[in-house]
């Protein structure tokens, strides 16, 4: 079993920078491709953002694409996800999650846990 927790989510103006972190225990972090979403209030959880075990594969939605970067450190059991020029749409809950066995990187429904989340308010 894996516990998620994520961290650095704040209130921010737009073009700004975060720094989103997620801490995993109980299991072996390295063997989990990880993936960031998104749930802004009345709409579905969207793919952000996801990275292979070792880090050699990444992908993103094209929103966010080429404004956010995910990285990971398998040493620290963490993954990040870096978010620069902010945008008000950008507004939602973040929630990190692992997937356990075949990888769909942009399906939320292939991942077997995730962490509570953590808020990132944008304002114009």
């Known amino acids: 079993q894996v516990q998620l927790v994520e961290s650095g989510g704040g209130s921010v103006q737009t073009g700004d920078s975060l720094r989103l972190s997620c801490a995993a225990s109980?299991?072996?972090?390295?063997?989990?491709?990880m993936g960031w979403f998104r749930q802004a209030p009345a709409k579905e959880r969207e793919f952000v953002a996801g990275?292979?075990?070792?880090?050699?594969?990444?992908y993103y939605a094209d929103s966010v694409k080429g404004r956010f970067t995910i990285s990971r450190d398998n040493a620290k059991n963490t993954v990040y996800l870096q978010m620069n020029s902010l945008k008000p749409e950008d507004t939602a809950v973040y929630y990190c999650?692992?997937?356990?066995?075949?990888?769909?990187?942009?399906?939320?429904?292939?991942?077997?846990?995730w962490g509570q989340g953590t808020q990132v308010t944008v304002s114009s």
């Open positions: 990275i292979s075990q070792i880090g050699d594969l990444t």
């Open positions: 109980g299991g072996t972090f390295s063997r989990y491709p």
């Open positions: 999650a692992a997937e356990s066995s075949s990888w769909f990187p942009r399906d939320p429904r292939k991942y077997d846990y």
